[in-house]
T-cell receptor, first 113, second 117 residues
Framework: GAVVSQHPSWVICKSGTSVKIECRSL??????MFWYRQFPKQSLMLMAT?????????EQGVEKDKFLINHASLTLSTLTVTSAHPEDSSFYIC?????????FGPGTRLTVT | AQTVTQSQPEMSVQEAETVTLSCTYD???????LFWYKQPPSRQMILVIR??????QNATENRFSVNFQKAAKSFSLKISDSQLGDAAMYFC??????????????FGKGTKLSVKP
């Protein structure tokens, strides 16, 4: 139980385009989901917290207009990277809260060329 | 504010031996959780063990146990009978405890564990 999926697992996009990453809780409903970013050989950094039906709360230094987060249902949160640049290339991981714990998705590798 | 510090970027252990990974933390939360996560090459985050700060008893999960020293703000992970599959990046993390719900996770920089056959 408590499985979280992400789609796609790997995406390559051209600089200036937008890309959407989906995070789904497959067997539970998640009021709260979290988005993290992990650069190579570094730790996970929280980007934002999303609550179903309300605006996401972004961490300091994260551009809310660049990283659009939507949590429209209890099983789906999306992260859209707008006008992507090579420096946005990273590993993006979501997690979803269930019974008080966070369960992580497998991550999405974004490469911007 | 919360900070988590892992002072060992890399550690190595012989198969079947015991290794201890160190972690110190600081938090302004009145109640909180501490965690150890494992990230293998697949990069899937796997929860190894969780400690509730109000519990004095150290958490254990099979071969994994912690030494939680609340006053010293120390939270080390001991892996006994190390196996080749234990090789991974290990992250120490903390979060607030809000009525049993886990808040935002703050991660340390990680310790890369190698297991020698």
């Amino acid at each position: 139980g408590a499985v979280v999926s992400q789609h796609p697992s790997w995406v390559i996009c051209k600089s200036g385009t937008s890309v959407k990453i989906e995070c789904r809780s497959l067997d539970f409903q998640a009021t709260t989901m979290f988005w993290y970013r992990q650069f190579p050989k570094q730790s996970l950094m929280l980007m934002a917290t999303s609550n179903e039906g309300s605006k996401a709360t972004y961490e300091q230094g994260v551009e809310k207009d660049k990283f659009l987060i939507n949590h429209a249902s209890l099983t789906l949160s999306t992260l859209t990277v707008t006008s992507a640049h090579p420096e946005d290339s990273s590993f993006y991981i979501c997690s979803a809260s269930f019974t008080g714990l966070q369960y992580f998705g497998p991550g999405t590798r974004l490469t911007v060329t | 504010a919360q900070t988590v510090t892992q002072s060992q970027p890399e550690m190595s252990v012989q198969e079947a031996e015991t290794v201890t990974l160190s972690c110190t933390y600081d938090t302004s939360e009145s109640d909180y959780y501490l965690f150890w996560y494992k990230q293998p090459p697949s990069r899937q985050m796997i929860l190894v063990i969780r400690q509730e700060a109000y519990k004095q008893q150290n958490a254990t999960e099979n071969r994994f146990s912690v030494n939680f020293q609340k006053a010293a703000k120390s939270f080390s992970l001991k892996i006994s009978d190390s196996q080749l599959g234990d090789a991974a990046m290990y992250f120490c993390a903390s979060s607030g405890n809000y009525g049993g719900s886990q808040g935002n996770l703050i991660f340390g920089k990680g310790t890369k564990l190698s297991v020698k056959p």
